[in-house]
């Protein structure tokens, strides 16, 4: 089984568009992330939930707006998709209130805009 | 804030050669975590280690949070190892603070 996924995988769209990338983790945690990681490999971190509420926003532009239906799921969504969005972005998570900040990164969301 | 700093930048190593990656931090963490991200892009939670040594077959590594530094060992590399090694440490806080990796490019 799957601890955390994403899809799409791979996102290719044009400049202007809007457009979403979907998280779910089944490992009963109660926070989650997103990440983006630049094309010199530096990871840096965006938004954290911890049950469905936002605990981090790291300086993020507003078209980027992260939604947590439900603790197992956090959703980023993208406005207005810019050139220098193009990035992988990870999702992740953890259960810090057991003790164990121990983070599980999804597969990746390879997001290319043209 | 925290600062990491990882060793060395790239490494070239001939399969079936052992190496020593070294992670210094410059603050108090609570916890580290080690990190292989492969050439298909994936990061695979190698260790969770807050002190001490584990081992997970050909992979150990080391905390020492008091000398704050942390050492990945890889021996008889295979070109599957091939790839970044992150090492991140979490501050006070609970949040990943993350260095540059290692880049390990294991030959044939």
């Known amino acids: 089984d799957t601890a955390v996924s994403q899809t799409p995988k791979y996102l290719v769209t044009q400049m202007g568009n809007d457009k979403s990338i979907k998280c779910e983790q089944n490992?009963?945690?109660?926070?989650m992330y997103w990440y983006k990681q630049d094309s010199k490999k530096f990871l840096k971190i965006m938004f954290s939930y911890n049950n469905k509420e936002l605990i981090i926003n790291e300086t993020v532009p507003n078209r980027f707006s992260p939604k947590s239906p439900d603790k197992a799921h956090l959703n980023l969504h993208i406005n207005s998709l810019e050139l220098g969005d193009s990035a992988v972005y990870f999702c992740?998570?953890?259960?810090?209130?057991?003790?164990?900040?121990?983070?599980?990164f999804g597969p990746g969301t390879r997001l290319t805009v043209t | 804030g925290i600062q990491v700093e990882q060793s060395p930048p790239d490494l070239i190593l001939q399969e079936g050669a052992n190496s020593t990656l070294r992670c210094n931090f410059s603050d108090s963490v609570n916890n580290l975590q080690w990190f292989h991200q492969n050439p298909w892009g994936q990061l695979i939670n190698l260790f969770y280690?807050?002190?001490g040594t584990k081992q997970n077959g050909r992979l150990s590594a080391t905390t020492v949070a008091t000398e704050r530094y942390s050492l990945l060992y890889i021996s008889s590399s295979q070109t599957t190892d091939s790839g970044v090694y992150f090492c991140f440490p979490y501050n006070q806080g609970g949040k990943l603070i993350f260095g540059q990796g290692t880049e390990l490019s294991v030959k044939p």
């Open positions: 992740a998570s953890s259960q810090p209130e057991q003790g164990s900040h121990e983070q599980y």
């Open positions: 490992l009963g945690h109660d926070t």
């Open positions: 280690i807050p002190s």
